[in-house]
């Protein structure tokens, strides 16, 4: 045997960017651990990082194309593959127009340098406007937010969560997402650190999740009511003369107009509402007006509610009045040596609502519908219906709404393919499935997620594992349908460039460049290279025409009767008297690591968390098996009884319900779970953003 060699890399599972040092012996995987001189995570790592393993070796992993026939699923050829696809495809647009092909695009794409370069000229070749993806089930009144207020989507503000004194976090959990929108390996000791240098956590949360039982304090609120709170706050920091904006003061647009409409949200009118009691959130703003840094973070309970978009619009607000914007230890923009932002320019108008879905007329952004909508567009018949469909990377039938109700949209699709690793609960109803290299077998740079970063740093991988002659990799896949949809030459440049090629013209191009930034000096620097702490940069990032930061854009004031009408309280259906939410697991992200055998052994963690009042209501006790309803599906589900839930709610993790037939997913069928996705609503979105609507879903609870 040759000798045993080390290789560095970031993980790839979720968005930390957690440095490994992974131990191999030919192609044989020894140890996977964390890189101690990594610049960023320090040698931390979360258990997900071993999985990395388990994905290269999984039996059930499929490596090259496969067709659906009504006998079963058959091996082809890639040259095979691709003709009959691309021929399906043209005939189809052909006959029913261009849009009668869509394309849905997963989390995993995030997370895989080829794909996150080669998606967009990908996409353009397909020649259709009906894209989708998991963002509209996740962050897409970030980006809104974003779009509005500074003039590009991507111009995401991070906390400063390394120097702030104060953080307010609101629906998020980032001891176990490692962040989410706020790339933070190590979330654990870095919240330590706050509280080592004498600042304060406060969660306010439905649920007492890990991060609110490491906080200095955790208030429970009723779900969907955070707009409320944001917006006393708001109130309170105008009712005491406390707007700060430091050096924003001639950047901000709109400041009289919020203090205007932040009247009506005094904490006294607002707290009955969401559970707060008045005195506490003035306690809160309090304390965020006189931190000497502080900074709020809104997360996933707060993006996918009906109330997303107002949520992280308010969120901005709160910490540019409180004079805590591009400013240390408050929310501030990364500067990435890959620099998404680098050919947009000032006053570029938006694509946020240039085109609406037909059935429910839902905004288009960021060059894509959403997701909630696409199996009412499959569905229904007219000018302008799905009939044909390419999924990279993702799951929708776990991971989108009425999950169920989209697996019954695929099934009347004329063609489908999926590229993907595993035959699962989405691609079972593909025609062909396409195969992509994972995880080792690909290089790695994270482009989206360096965007997102509560520091500036910069790594790149080379594959740890080079892939055999019969697989392709995943942008591999994506140039060769593309060529092949615009009939492209075969001696066109689309057939000779390499993600390699454009990341390195993107580093020399960035503001890095004249320091020499390279793909070279990465390659030679395989542990990463830290750029630094965040830096005030708004002047220089901030994309509006005017140069000024919008801080009351119009789509907002018009979305507040929806709002105001919470207030009214209207009458709760008895037939649902819960409030379901959802919940992140440490060893689970979505729906992409329920094959691993290490990540679900041991006890079962898809349970139903309910509260030991609610319980003894319902005559239910622990480990009990229960039914919960919701008005478009039901599943069967142990019971957990704690108080870490709030009275009234019920809490289940997401990203489960590996339990279907025609799936090959061998581990997952030892510990399936259920999919919360089969209760929640399609039809409930955040009108403003479009995007889904999963936490404050009502539902029943009885005994099986």
Known sequence: MSEIKTHYRNCNICEAMCGLEIKYQDKEILSIKGDQKDPFSKGYNCPKATALQDFYTDKDRLKTPIRRTATGWEDISWDEAFAEITEKFKSIQHEHGKNALAAYLGNPNAHNVGNSIFLKPFLKSLGTINRFSSASADQMPHHVASNFMFGAGMLIPVPDIDRTDFML?????????????????????????????????????????????????????????DALLLFAMVHCVFATNSVNLRHLANMVDGLDGLENIAKDYSPESVAAHVGIAANDIRTLADEMISADSAVCYSRMGASTQTFGGLCQWLTNALNILTGNFDRAGGAMFPQPAFDLLRNHKRGHKSSFGQHETRVRKLPFFNGEFPVATLAEEIQTAGEGQIRSLITVAGNPVLSSPSGHKLAEAFKGLDYMVSVDIYLNETTKYANIILPGT??????????FFNSFSVRNTVKYSAPLFEKEDYQRSDWQILNELSARMTDAPVDSPMHKITPEI??????????????????????????????GPLMPCIEERIKTAAGKVNLLPQLYVDDLPRLNAVMVQPARDENYPFDLIGRRLVKSHNTWTQNSDRLVKGRNPCTLEVHPEDAKVLGITKGQLVTVSSMVGAVHIEVVITDDIQQGIVSM???????????????????????????????RVDTLTGNAAFNGTPVAIKVA
């Open 653 to 683: 993790p997401q990203g489960w319900g590996h339990n279907q037939k025609g799936t090959k997913m061998s581990v997952a069928a030892t510990q399936p779970g259920v999919s919360i996705n089969d209760l929640t609503d399609a039809n």
């Open 169 to 225: 976090i609101i629906g998020g959990n980032p001891v176990v997402s490692n962040g989410s929108m706020m790339t933070a390996p190590n979330v654990i000791g870095r919240m330590k650190a706050i509280q080592k240098r004498g600042g304060k956590i406060v969660v306010v949360d439905p649920r007492r999740t890990r991060t609110a039982k490491i906080a200095d304090q955790h208030l429970f609120i009723r779900p969907e009511k």
């Open 502 to 531: 454009i990341l390195d013209m993107e580093l020399k191009k960035s503001a890095y460049g004249e320091q020499g930034m390279s793909l070279q000096k990465l390659i030679d620097n395989p542990h990463g290279i830290d750029i």
């Open 438 to 447: 994972t995880g080792v077998e690909n290089a790695q740079f994270d482009i």
